[in-house]
């Protein structure tokens, strides 16, 4: 069996060009099934064993997770990931299953982040120099990495995968390798240049032309669940909602360029979804809140 995963894993990354964290992701959810099913077979599963689940099985693992308490879009995802781990299965070992495509995923409602407060954005920079008073560095690259997210709207993964070659001469766009290896253009504003070369100038390693930009405090690459934490301090130094996450920084940049005037297709390409439906939920943002986010909090704002 693992071969059959390491090989489903080594597919993703290599011929769909899915990242690490979304091949893990896919990985999780594989075992977690193969988990129930050892205990739902009796046995521990071999790859040709997988052709004999029937939709009772499928529907008892749906079950099982909802009596774990996992959220629905957490079964959704993982219901996907079995689809395409079966049809891997199906192509590479020849081993079929129809029941998988017989089982509906559980409904998920499309939410949107809440945007942030524009002076909560305001009072992070402050909360950061107070919360990394005797790491001053870190102090500049956690900031550096706020105002990237808040003023590129990138993701975590997109912002942490950056070199200091990206950076080097501040150009006036960053290409930055979004999800399924999608390449896109992100303008950058001289608040974001400014934040990042304070920082460059006081970190005390990691200036190679090749190195990650981000650097943890021991000077190895940072980390998703670092920069993650980043934010969970500021929220709760600041006593911030729970929908206070880096997501959210990104989110607020989404709004804040729809309520000044960016068009669907423009912002879609900002954001590099590779749907224009899901762009599309930004238009029912309370524009009233949008409107005055953009006006107090976002730095092209006072361009």
């Known amino acids: 069996m693992q071969d059959a995963i390491n090989d489903f894993i080594e597919y993703l990354t290599k011929t769909k060009n899915f990242s690490s964290y ?48 996992l959220a629905h879009k957490s079964t959704a995802r993982a219901l996907s990931s079995l689809r395409g781990f079966y049809r891997f299965l199906a192509r590479k070992y020849g081993i079929e299953n129809d029941a998988i495509g017989l089982i509906s995923s559980p409904k998920v409602p499309r939410k949107l982040s809440k945007a942030i407060d524009p002076i909560d954005v305001e009072n992070m920079h402050g909360a950061i120099r107070n919360i990394d008073a005797n790491e001053p560095w870190i102090a500049a690259r956690d900031w550096a990495l706020v105002v990237l997210l808040f003023g590129c709207g990138l993701r975590i993964s997109e912002a942490l995968s950056l070199r200091n070659s990206d950076v080097s001469g501040q150009p006036d766009v960053l290409r930055i390798t979004g999800k399924g290896n999608k390449e896109r253009l992100v303008p950058v504003l001289p608040v974001v240049w400014d934040a990042i070369t304070k920082y460059v100038r006081a970190r005390p390693f990691g200036n190679d032309k090749n190195d990650e930009l981000f650097r943890s405090i021991r000077g190895l690459p ?35 360029l729809l309520a000044g005037g960016a068009d669907l297709r423009s912002l879609q390409e900002l954001l590099g979804h590779s749907s224009l439906s899901t762009t599309q939920l930004y238009t029912k943002v309370n524009m009233a809140e949008i409107s005055n986010i953009y006006t107090n909090a976002h730095p092209r704002a006072h361009d």
Not at 39 to 56: E, I, Y
Not at 234 to 253: G, K, M
Request: overall charge positive.
């Open 22 to 69: 979304t091949a893990l992701a896919y990985e999780t959810d594989i075992r977690d099934f193969l988990k129930f099913y050892e205990k739902f077979n009796g046995a521990p599963p071999f790859p040709r064993d997988l052709s004999r689940p029937d939709t009772l099985c499928f529907r008892s693992y749906l079950a099982d997770r909802q009596k774990r308490g």
């Open 222 to 256: 940072m980390t998703p669940r670092m920069a993650q934490k980043v934010v969970e301090n500021l929220r709760h130094y600041l006593q911030l909602p729970d929908y206070v996450t880096p997501h959210a920084l990104r989110h607020t940049f989404a709004t804040a």
